[in-house]
C-alpha cells in the first residue's frame, strides 16, 4: 500500500470520528432532532470498504448510517443540514439521520427497519447483473440483521443467481443493550452461515482500516473476477450508547473489562500507531489533519445553521412522482 | 385507593400484577430485561419474576410471533412488545394470516391468549419509518381485539382484559402518552374491551376520539366550554370490538359530529364511525360529519413539516368553528398551535432521541 494511500484512509476515520463526536457534543443543545446512531468506534469496516469501490459502485446501509454515507463520498454540509431538518439536506430534511443518501456517489439508501435493506441490496444487484454493467453492491449490516428471516432469504437468492454484492457484518456484539450470545446460538459463526449458502466467506477483527482496506480489496476482486458474492463479518465496538449522542457504560450493560479492551483497540489509535512506526505520520500531521477537518466541520454545521426549513407547501412534494 | 401514576408505570403494574397471578403469563420482545425496559413499563419484571418468564429475543419478528402462537397452543399466555408498530409488520402474516384465524378455522377447538404491545412513534425525527399510526390497519382483521387506552387507568384495566382475554389482543400504546399522569386503582381491575367511555356529556357536538388524540379533545372541549359551547366526548378505547351504540346516542342528542383520529383519514377509524353514524342516524344530523386526522403523506422527519402532518388543538378549533358556523371565537396561536420546537414533543422534559 502507497503512503498516500495509508494516509488517505487515515484521514478518512478521523474524519468520520471528528463529525460524529461534533453531533454528539453539539446534539443536546436540541436543533438536531432526530434520533441518532453514531458511528463512533465503527469508522474502519465502511472505510476500508468503500475504499475498493468506485463511485458507480453502488452501497447500502442500515440505521447506523453516517460513516457510510461519508465513506462512499456523500457531502457533509448536506448530511449535517439533514441532521437539523433542512430543505438544504441530502433528503430535503424528510428523511433524517436514518435515511441519508447520496444517488450520486453511490450512497443509494439507509433503512433503519432491521434487516430490511438487506434484500433490497441483492435486488440492486440482481439488476446490475442483469444489466451486465460491473457494479458491485455492498450492504453493511449489523450482527442483530442476522437474526432476521430476509438476510437468509436473501443470501439464498444472492448465491442462486450468483450476484455482485458483497455482504458485510460489522459485528459489534450488541443488539441495543442485548448481548449476542442472549440472541443467537453461539455453536456456529456469522460467517460460517453464509459458507452454507455456498457463498466464500471471512472472518476478522474490523477496526484495523489497512486490514480491512486488503481483505475486501480480495473480496472486491473475488466479486468482480468469478461474479459472485462474497461475504465478511468484521467484529467491531460502538464507544457510545445505540441511538442517542451519549456513551451509556454506566449502565452497566457492557462489563468493564470488555470495554476496556475494545477502547485498547479504537481504529483511530490502531491506525495511528501503525503509520508513526512506518514514519508516515507524526504528531504535528495528526494535528494539522484534524485542524483541517474541524475547520470542515465547523462549515458544515454552519451550513446547516444557516440554511432554510422546508415551507409547508414541500409537505406534499414526491408523494408521487 | 388510587395514586398518581404514568401511563408507563401503569402498563408495568398491569404487567406485574397479572405474571404474579396467573404463572402462564410470560412476556417476551427485544429489550424487555434491559436497563431502559421499553420506555420503563417492564423495568426489573425479569428481575421479579426470573428468565423462565421475561424474555429478550433475536430480533425476528415474525418467527417470535409465530412461537408465541406456538406456545400458547400449549397453555402459555404470552405478551410479546414491539417498540415500534414498524417492527411489528414483519410479523404481519403470523398475527393477520394466523393468529386472527386460529380460532375460527379450528372450530373454537383452539384459541390464542396473545397480547400484542405496539407503541406507536411521534415527533423528535422520528421520521417516515419509526412514526406511522397504523391503528385501523390492525382494527380491520377480524379476529383480533384492538384497544388504544387514552390514559393510565384505563391502560392498567384495558391491559389486565387483555391478558385475560382468551383471543390475540393488540394493545396500542401511544410513545406520547407514556409521560402522561392520571389516578390508578392499586387493585387489579378490568376495563372491558369492546366499550367505549362517555368522558364528558355535552348538547352541541359529539366527538369522539381515543388513543393520544382524545387527550387533546378534551383541552379542546374546555375551550369551547368557556364559550359556552357544550361538547359531548366519547373515548372509543376499543378499535375492535367497537362500541358504537353510545356514540348513535349521543349523536341522535346533539345531532353534529367531529371524529378525531390518530391515523390517516382514508379508509380508517373515523371513515368507521362517520359510516356507522350514517347508517343509524344519517337523516337527523344537522351538519355534515367531519373527520381530523393525519395529513396524506409519510411522516416527515423535519419538524418544519412533521407539524402540519398531526392534526392539532388549533386544526380541531378550526373543524369546530366551521362546523357550527361559530363566530367571534378567536384561536389564541400560541397555545393552540405549537411553535415548530414545541410542535415535535410531548412535553418541555423530552430530549429524544427515541
Known amino acids: 500500500m502507497s503512503t498516500e494511500s495509508y494516509l488517505k484512509l487515515y484521514r478518512e476515520i478521523l474524519r468520520i470520528r471528528i463529525v460524529e463526536e461534533t453531533i454528539s457534543k453539539k446534539y443536546p443543545e436540541g436543533k438536531m432532532r432526530c434520533p441518532v446512531h453514531l458511528s463512533i468506534g465503527q469508522e ?45 439536506g441530502c433528503a430535503k430534511g424528510v428523511g433524517g439521520s436514518m435515511h441519508l443518501i447520496a444517488p450520486e456517489m453511490g450512497m443509494i439508501a439507509a433503512v433503519p427497519i432491521v434487516g430490511s435493506s438487506i434484500p433490497i441490496a441483492v435486488g440492486l444487484a440482481w439488476g446490475n447483473k442483469l444489466s451486465n454493467n460491473g457494479k458491485v453492491t455492498a450492504v453493511f449490516f449489523g450482527d442483530g440483521a442476522i437474526e432476521e428471516g430476509s438476510f437468509h432469504e436473501s443470501l439464498n437468492f444472492a448465491a442462486l443467481h450468483s450476484l455482485p454484492i458483497l455482504f458485510v457484518c460489522e459485528n459489534n456484539n450488541f443488539s441495543v443493550y442485548t448481548s449476542f450470545e442472549k440472541r443467537q446460538s453461539t455453536k456456529r459463526k456469522i460467517y460460517d452461515i453464509a459458507v452454507a449458502h455456498g457463498i466464500k466467506s471471512t472472518y476478522t477483527e474490523g477496526n484495523n482500516v489497512f486490514e480491512v482496506a486488503e481483505l475486501a480489496n480480495e473480496a472486491t476482486t473475488f466479486i468482480r473476477n468469478e461474479k459472485a458474492p462474497f461475504f465478511m463479518e468484521l467484529s467491531t465496538f460502538r ?52 485542524h483541517e477537518i474541524e475547520a470542515e466541520c465547523e462549515i458544515a454545521f454552519q451550513f446547516a445553521e444557516d440554511s432554510e426549513f422546508p415551507e409547508k407547501e414541500d409537505l406534499y412534494k414526491n408523494l408521487y412522482i | ?59 425476528s419478528e ?16 404470552p405478551i410479546i412488545t414491539h417498540q415500534r408498530v414498524e417492527f411489528s409488520l414483519l410479523s404481519i402474516d403470523q398475527i393477520f394470516t394466523q393468529a386472527a384465524k386460529w380460532s375460527y378455522m379450528t372450530a373454537g377447538a383452539q384459541h390464542l391468549p396473545i397480547v400484542i404491545r405496539l407503541i406507536i412513534g411521534r415527533g423528535w425525527g422520528q421520521g417516515p419509518q419509526h412514526s406511522q399510526s397504523l391503528f385501523s390497519m390492525f382494527a380491520h382483521i377480524p379476529g383480533l381485539k384492538v384497544v388504544a387506552p387514552s390514559n393510565p387507568s384505563d391502560a ?24 402522561v399522569t392520571g389516578y390508578v386503582p392499586e387493585d387489579e ?25 382524545f387527550i387533546e379533545c378534551i383541552k379542546v372541549a374546555e375551550f369551547f366550554e368557556l364559550h359556552g359551547i357544550k361538547i359531548e366526548l366519547i373515548d372509543l378505547r376499543s ?50 360529519p367531519q373527520r381530523v386526522g393525519i395529513e396524506e403523506v409519510p411522516i416527515p422527519s423535519t419538524r418544519a413539516l412533521a407539524r402540519y402532518v398531526y392534526p392539532s388543538q388549533g386544526k380541531i378549533i378550526e373543524a369546530i368553528i366551521k362546523q357550527l358556523n ?8 400560541a397555545e393552540y398551535n405549537l411553535s415548530i420546537d414545541k410542535s415535535d414533543i410531548p412535553n418541555q422534559n423530552f430530549k429524544g432521541p427515541f
Open chain 1, 44 to 88: 474502519a469496516p465502511p472505510v476500508g470498504i468503500c475504499a475498493n469501490l468506485t463511485v458507480t459502485d453502488q452501497i447500502v446501509s442500515a440505521h447506523r448510517s453516517h460513516a457510510h454515507y461519508l465513506a462512499k463520498g456523500g457531502g457533509l454540509n448536506p448530511m449535517i443540514a439533514e441532521l437539523y431538518g433542512k430543505k438544504t
Open chain 1, 239 to 290: 464507544h457510545l450508547e445505540h441511538c442517542g449522542p451519549a456513551n451509556d457504560d454506566n449502565l452497566s450493560y457492557r462489563n468493564q473489562e470488555y470495554v476496556d479492551s475494545w477502547m485498547k483497540k479504537d481504529p483511530i489509535l490502531i491506525a495511528e500507531d501503525i503509520l508513526i512506526a512506518k514514519n508516515i505520520l507524526n504528531k504535528e500531521l495528526i494535528l494539522q489533519l484534524r
Open chain 2, 1 to 59: 385507593m388510587k395514586k398518581l401514576k404514568l401511563f408507563s408505570e401503569a402498563i408495568l403494574e398491569a404487567t406485574e400484577c397479572m405474571l404474579e397471578i396467573d404463572k402462564n403469563v410470560i412476556l417476551i420482545g427485544l429489550g424487555v430485561p434491559d436497563p431502559k425496559g421499553i420506555f420503563g413499563t417492564t423495568t426489573n419484571l425479569q428481575e421479579k419474576f426470573g428468565e423462565d418468564r421475561v424474555f429478550d429475543c433475536p430480533i
Open chain 2, 62 to 77: 415474525n418467527s417470535v410471533t409465530g412461537i408465541v402462537i406456538g406456545a400458547a397452543l400449549n397453555g402459555f399466555k
Open chain 2, 156 to 179: 392498567k384495566g384495558l391491559l389486565i382484559a387483555s391478558i385475560k382475554d382468551k383471543n390475540p389482543v393488540v394493545f396500542f400504546e401511544h410513545r406520547w402518552l407514556h409521560s
Open chain 2, 189 to 213: 381491575y378490568e376495563v372491558t374491551i369492546g366499550k367505549s367511555n362517555l368522558y364528558k356529556e355535552g348538547e352541541d357536538i359529539t366527538i369522539v376520539s381515543y388513543s393520544y388524540m
Open chain 2, 239 to 288: 378499535l375492535r370490538p367497537l362500541d358504537c351504540d353510545p356514540i348513535i346516542t349521543s349523536v341522535k342528542k346533539t345531532k353534529n359530529l367531529i371524529v378525531v383520529d390518530n391515523d390517516w383519514i382514508s379508509y380508517g377509524i373515523a371513515a368507521e364511525i362517520v359510516a356507522r353514524v350514517s347508517e343509524n342516524c344519517g337523516n337527523i344530523l344537522e351538519t355534515n
Open chain 2, 326 to 333: 361559530l363566530t367571534g371565537i378567536e384561536i389564541p396561536e
